[in-house]
């Protein structure tokens, strides 16, 4: 069923992809307990990342950005999400208008009625965007600081972003993915990111390795032992 996900490029096809390897900035509860990872790597119509949390356990996606399709997968099962509802952001860029009517980008074909879950990243309110002037080198590469600072309804008090702070680079290409919709609103790649919760804790990854390589095109399809539910038909 995978071979159906991908089938725009010929396998033999190579990719220019960047890798970027990120390690978890907080401390891990125990000497015992490994520190939650990220691997990300992708092209400007490709991305595969995976979280690998405390647990040990971990989400990947594969996102094909060319043909708006999104596969989440944990451990052997892939689920195939609505591209426009898991990948929008509620969060603005200083100069953008606050939309409370906007709606997301839903696929009305009926061959793709399966790609409807709801958004579960992105919570009520809004978020605001302020670009600093600080700087900082992070894996060598000179960074820029964006700050996101959240807005909720008054009723919405647990479990919320209160803030997101983002430190970028201009020199690579930017990247998101479902956990950091927000990403693309930030004009480059993100290299070190620290979330704090409304009540006061913080998480965060931090760039630890970047490589350019090439990568055939089949790399950002899911392993053959991957069993994709429901997949959608393309036309």
């Given amino acids: 069923m995978a071979s159906h996900l991908l089938q ?48 040990r356990k971990a989400t990947s996606w594969l996102i094909w950005h060319h043909k708006k399709m999104l596969l989440q997968i944990d451990g052997k099962q892939g689920l ?34 399966d790609w409807d879950n ?31 600072n959240y807005y909720y309804p008054p009723q919405c008090t ?23 919709t927000y990403l693309q609103k930030i004009p480059g790649a993100m290299l070190m990111i620290r979330i704090t919760m409304a009540d006061g804790t913080k998480d965060g990854y931090k760039a630890t390795g970047i490589i350019k390589e090439q990568q055939p095109v089949s790399f950002f399809r899911p392993a053959k032992d991957i069993q994709v539910l429901y997949p959608p038909r393309l036309k």
């Fill in 8 to 55: 725009a490029q010929d396998a033999s096809d190579t990719l220019e992809v960047y890798k970027i390897t990120f390690a978890a900035t907080g401390k891990p509860a125990s000497s015992k307990t490994p520190s939650p990872s990220m691997t990300v790597c992708y092209h400007p119509d490709y991305l595969s990342a995976t979280q690998t949390y405390a647990n």
């Fill in 80 to 113: 195939p999400l609505n591209y426009g509802m898991q990948l929008k952001t509620n969060v603005y860029l200083p100069e953008e208008t606050i939309d409370s009517t906007a709606t997301p980008e839903t696929n009305n074909s009926a061959d793709n009625g």
């Fill in 118 to 148: 709801a958004n579960e990243y992105n919570g009520p309110g809004y978020g605001k965007i302020d670009f600093t002037a600080d700087t900082m080198t992070i894996a060598g590469y000179g960074c820029r600081k964006a700050v996101i």
């Fill in 158 to 180: 647990n479990g919320l972003i209160s803030s997101v702070t983002v430190w970028y680079t201009p020199d690579l290409p930017a990247f998101y993915l479902p956990p950091f």
